[in-house]
């Protein structure tokens, strides 16, 4: 592509993808017929037309999942419809890992080979199906493409890492269907592959954690498994929207008191007290004012916002608009995951029925509070999980962090006050209406009020998810997942995800809370528990988490897209056995990298992208 | 625009600009009057005239309304080719609006009736009251950094120093005595003057700075015969331009921006200080040193005065407009708008300010009653298109300073056509086309584009030596300003070689694209 047009067309296919996402075009300027008179005289554009540019990514979507990819006649139709110069869509369009911008076939298998799903063998799986089903999709060359029936590729983590190794399956079409794949074998993943999509595609079913201990609280997670989450009744009938009444009851002032009182910290990564977040925002005096929840939930071996949504999208519709009302949000972005096709239909079905009944719209629960919800898809880009990408993606931008400040609560999304939170840390906010924000900080301990749920994967008896009130240890949540896997003994735990640290066997008393992790110069990051037993080869694990990164930085600033090609490649010579300077040297460089990635970088990304890596070197001493 | 202002776009064609805007309007080429006239009845019909204002601060109103009642929509459309509804939006946004400014260039000037145009603009923003006041008023925007600066010194045939008019008996003999030199009492002449007093034989001489005329003016081959023919002609300029080739003597020039010191003013009256960075290369000399030398040779000896010299001269010669301008205050500020008489005041933010001081300050502003009248040229049987020519982002005029260096923005020459006579004569995108007009003819690659509208050609004059465009464009001019009618000629369009049959069946694919 370039900065100018090119003659290619879109098939009707095509055409007919985005109108019937954006509507029919209404000249020969938007996409159109040309009305030689009208049109050659007069035309529309400038800020309405800028005003779209958030339908971008949307129009990208409907696109690739008709016809599987994205080609230079789509992407022509695209930009016309959106007045977008069609160097900027490219750029957007080649951001993200799950668009193709080369023929693909309809059928794309998506099989995980991240950390989770190395552990349970996905590299056997890939060596199983490269040779019952061929290489991997490679981008093809040449203008006359024979594109097959189906191709498969590797994925980064698909947050599937309780029913290890997982796998996603995408059919494009007229009904896209989609299913997510658990516990995948060459003899699931081939027919299927061969077969395509049953009508009724459907996630595995959850495979949720024990059942409560006793005096165990479960918060978030009380109607995972027991509540049927497509039914607004059953929700209700279970208490819900009993938090939003009291809410509207109490007024916007009162909410965000109780959610101070509470002490809720933030529940993504960086532990921000939600109170102080919303007050800010509520005091701007600059309209409107947007509310974002992210769910675009991509750390590696993490799957508890998957759940809950999947589970529970009714709760999550009602907290945004429990936020939203807080904060003097009229609109809340949803932001899911691309990779997460049964949450993403859940949270739509919800967000319908709220609407129909009246708990979303123009008239919330007849109470003249507007509040609506907008879903965004993902397209498969770690870094717009965070917060100012996330804006950028949903802005129709490339999905690349911005600067701070301004902070979101001051110029987020559009530019506006923002607030930005988690689902997590979103679906704590009607307990503690419900219960008082007092009540609810006796739970869990001083600086950790509250549960948390945590994502176990790895060699453990019963991987899934886990809530828990804060004040737990490692080891005893190892023992509510059952232990560590027969016959195995625990090498370490992944503590918070790629971006988080490697911890030994001989640390497992540590208290999994902000403050005890914080003090162990460990972290909760995403509430990721993934145990690594003995049998396990570390390094090339490693390896993956490095790969990872190279591969999901932005490439925005050169800290980060310096830092990650270097740091993989240090890794690459040790495990081929070429160390430059020694194992020492080695060991040097890849802390000198590290540092200033975590100096310099301008998001978490580049920040964390060796704190893994790092404690396996430093904590494990793995290359001594 | 990024804080909500909202741009309305006249331009034939649907530029870059306009595909920016919230609204474009596609008027024909040289209907600008139609329009200005049109939105101003709507705006008077719909009862949105600054009344107090008018009557306070402007002359001749009545006389103006009575023209503009015959501009009807029906009449502009027919004229314009703009939908009403859009013309009268656009009015209505216009006259609504808290703070509108209207902004032009080249396409309201070069026309046989420039001056017109742009009055039928000023009495819209007199109409209003949109002048003289914050985010308001008229403004030609400049193609250069310091257009604006040649009038103020004078570099115009009919004014001296500050806008001073040299048939005034008062400001000559202030100027004699100022500078020790006879003033001539009458104006001089124009481009346009010149030229015809080229093909008279009453001018003969011509001493050129910085300008490319044989490239960048009206009818070429009459031009390059009229600098042939001449006895003497002095070119200076930073490069050895097509103008400087039929020079007897060429001066070598340094660049005004980077190497040498000096003031320019911007299209808001802004004087700014421009420093010298670095040496010029060989010979070449500053202008000053030029010009200083060959008055001493002439007789006069400046004194090798130094830029900052000269402009304290022009503060002396004007003092009404740059009296307070002093370097160190021009530094201090960032530049100063002016007028600025002295060293204690700030400089003018708006130029009119005083239509709205209470009683007006100095004359009131008169409307003018201008009337449509299509370009010279109509389009007729044996010239059926019209041809525009204008510039393109990449490139700079005649192409001397731009087209030296490669940019992926380079397209080279084209004549940019509508996709519907494209398709009516089966030219594919690429194909050479002849333009031929009644004064020459030329070979171009045609570039299709929805830009235009059928009917009408675009061509610039960036690319002179490859395609000179202005071998066919008129040499008609408007009597008011010497300006040629650059945006309009007639022009036949035709295929430059025969195709070949099989080229024809990759066009009829070519044309199932478009």
């Known amino acids: 592509m370039d900065l100018h047009f090119s003659d290619a067309t879109p098939t009707t296919e095509e055409r007919d993808a985005v109108d019937a996402l954006l509507g029919l075009p209404s000249s020969g300027w938007d996409g159109g017929v040309r ?59 080649t951001f993200y890992a799950l668009f193709s911008t080369t023929p693909r076939p309809k059928r794309v298998l998506h099989v995980c080979d991240d950390i989770a799903c190395k552990c349970a063998g996905a590299d056997t799986l890939i060596a199983d199906l490269e040779r019952a089903v061929g290489p991997a999709y490679h981008a093809p060359k040449g203008d006359h493409v024979e594109v097959a029936e189906f191709t498969w590729m590797r994925s980064p983590c698909l947050g599937l890492c309780d029913q290890a190794p997982a796998a996603l399956l995408q059919e494009a079409g007229p009904q896209p269907a989609e299913r997510m794949v658990g516990s995948a074998t060459l003899d699931t993943l081939g027919p299927l592959l061969r077969s395509g999509t049953p009508a009724d595609a459907v996630s595995p079913p959850f495979r949720g954690g024990a059942p409560p201990a006793p005096g165990e609280r479960r918060l978030l997670t009380r109607r995972v498994g027991e509540v049927d989450p497509t039914s607004l009744d059953a929700y209700r009938k279970s208490g819900g929207y009993d938090a939003l009444k009291e809410a509207i009851e109490v007024g916007a002032e009162r909410v965000i008191a109780e959610v101070t009182a509470s002490k809720l910290l933030g529940r993504g990564g960086a532990a921000f007290p939600t109170g102080r977040k919303w007050d800010a925002v509520a005091r701007q005096p600059a309209q409107p004012h947007y509310l974002v929840c992210n769910a675009d939930e991509s750390e590696p071996g993490t799957f508890k916002d998957r759940v809950l949504m999947e589970e529970d999208p009714f709760a999550l519709v009602e907290s945004m608009t429990i936020a939203g009302f807080a904060t003097g949000c009229e609109l809340g972005y949803l932001y899911v995951r691309g990779e997460y096709p049964l949450a993403n239909e859940r949270v739509r079905d919800a967000i319908a029925q709220a609407r129909e009944s009246g708990l979303l719209g123009d008239n919330v629960l007849g109470k003249g509070v507007k509040f609506d919800i907008e879903i965004r898809r993902g397209a498969g880009a770690y870094i717009c999980g965070e917060e100012t990408a996330l804006f950028n993606s949903i802005e129709g931008m490339r999905g690349e962090p911005r600067n701070k400040p301004p902070f979101p609560v001051q110029a987020g999304l559009f530019g506006k006050p923002t607030v930005v939170n988690n689902v997590e840390t979103l679906m704590n906010v009607p307990h503690i209406l419900m219960m008082g924000g007092a009540e609810y900080a006796k739970i869990g301990t001083e600086q950790s009020t509250g549960t948390r749920l945590f994502c176990v994967s790895g060699s453990v008896r019963k991987p899934g998810l886990y809530e828990a009130a804060f004040g737990i240890t490692a080891k005893q949540l190892l023992e509510m997942a059952g232990g560590v896997t027969k016959g195995r003994k625990v090498q370490t735990v992944l503590l918070g995800g790629a971006a988080g640290v490697f911890i030994r066997p001989d640390e497992l008393d540590m208290v999994l809370t902000f ?69 020492k040297g080695e060991v040097a460089l890849l802390d000198d990298v590290g540092m200033a990635m975590k100096d310099a970088s301008i998001c978490g990304l580049g920040q964390t992208a060796y704190s893994a890596v790092e404690s396996a070197i430093h904590r494990l001493r793995i290359y001594q | 625009m990024r804080s909500g202002a909202s741009l309305y776009v006249m331009d034939p064609r649907r530029t870059e600009t306009a595909a920016w805007a919230d609204v474009w309007l596609g008027l024909r080429v040289g209907s600008d009057i139609a329009l200005a006239n049109a939105m101003a009845r709507v705006i008077i019909h719909a009862g949105l005239v600054h009344q107090e204002f008018i009557g306070r601060a402007t002359t001749g109103f009545d006389a103006y309304k009575a023209c503009v009642e015959k501009y009807t929509l029906e009449f502009a459309e027919r004229e314009t080719g703009i939908p009403g ?28 009736n420039a001056v017109d145009n742009v009055l039928s603009l000023i009495n819209l923003a007199l109409l209003t009251g949109k002048v003289g006041k914050y985010g308001c008023g008229l403004n030609p925007l400049r193609g250069q950094n310091n257009v604006q600066g040649g009038g103020d010194m004078g570099a115009i045939p009919n004014r001296l120093t500050g806008f001073q008019d040299n048939t005034v008996p008062e400001i000559r003999e202030r100027f004699e005595k100022a500078w020790g030199a006879k003033i001539q009492p009458t104006h001089g002449w124009n481009l346009t003057q010149m030229f015809h007093a080229m093909d008279e034989g009453k001018l003969t001489s011509l001493y050129i700075i910085g300008e490319n005329p044989a490239q960048s003016d009206a009818d070429a081959h009459r031009i390059e015969t009229r600098l042939s023919g001449l006895d003497h002609l002095v070119v200076q300029d930073i490069f050895l331009t097509k103008t400087a080739e039929f020079a007897t003597v060429v001066f070598p020039a340094s660049s005004s921006w980077c190497e040498a010191e000096g003031t320019v003013t911007n299209s808001e009256r802004r004087v700014q200080r421009c420093r010298k960075a670095v040496d010029a290369p060989g010979d070449a000399r500053d202008d000053i040193w030029i010009i200083n030398e060959i008055a001493r040779r002439l007789g006069h000896d400046f004194g090798n005065p130094s830029a900052e010299t000269v402009w304290n001269d022009v503060r002396r010669v004007a003092p009404h407009m740059f009296g307070g301008m002093s370097y160190q205050r021009l530094e201090e500020f960032d530049g100063l708008q002016w007028p600025c008489a002295d060293e204690s005041k700030p400089g003018a933010q708006f130029l009119h300010g005083r239509l709205w001081e209470n009683p007006v300050g100095g004359t009131p502003a008169p409307f003018s009653v201008v009337e449509h009248e299509p370009p010279v040229e109509q389009p007729d049987a044996e010239y059926p298109f019209v041809l525009t020519t204008g510039r393109r982002l990449e490139s700079y005029n005649t192409g001397v300073q731009s087209q030296g260096y490669n940019s992926p923005l380079h397209r080279g020459e084209s004549v940019d056509i509508s996709p519907e006579d494209a398709l009516r004569m089966d030219v594919m995108d690429g194909e050479p086309l002849r333009v031929t007009s009644r004064r020459g003819s030329v070979v171009a690659p045609a570039r299709i584009d929805d830009a235009l509208k059928p009917g009408l050609v675009f061509m610039t004059l960036h690319s002179p030596d490859q395609v000179a465009t202005n071998v066919l464009t008129i040499d008609e001019f408007d009597p008011k300003s010497g300006t040629a009618e650059f945006k309009a000629c007639a022009v036949r369009v035709e295929k430059a070689f025969v195709r070949h049959a099989q080229m024809r069946a990759t066009t009829a694919v070519v044309k199932v694209a478009h």
């Not at chain 1, 490693?542 to 600033?557: K, M, N, T």
């Not at chain 2, 656009?90 to 309201?108: H, K, Q, V």
């Open chain 2, 85 to 112: 509804d859009v013309i009268r939006d656009a009015a209505l946004a216009y006259a609504r609006a808290p703070r509108a400014m209207i902004c032009w260039t080249l396409g309201i000037t070069e026309h046989h």
């Open chain 1, 515 to 583: 403050e005890g992790t914080r003090a162990a110069k460990a972290t909760l990051g995403s509430g990721v528990f993934m145990v690594v037993d003995s049998q396990t080869e570390l390094k090339p694990l490693l390896l993956r988490i490095a790969a990872f990164f190279r591969d999901e930085s932005c490439g925005q600033c050169v800290p980060c897209r310096v830092g990650t090609v270097r740091q993989e490649e240090s890794l690459h010579r040790i495990a081929t056995g070429k160390a430059r300077g020694g194992m």
């Open chain 1, 35 to 93: 009305d030689p008179v009208r049109d050659t005289h007069t035309a529309r554009g400038g800020h309405e037309a800028r005003a779209m540019r958030h339908l971008l990514l949307p129009a990208l979507h409907a696109a690739q999942s008709r016809v599987g990819w994205l080609s230079e006649g789509a992407l022509n139709y695209v930009c016309k419809r959106l007045s977008v110069p069609p160097a900027d869509a490219w750029g957007v369009a």
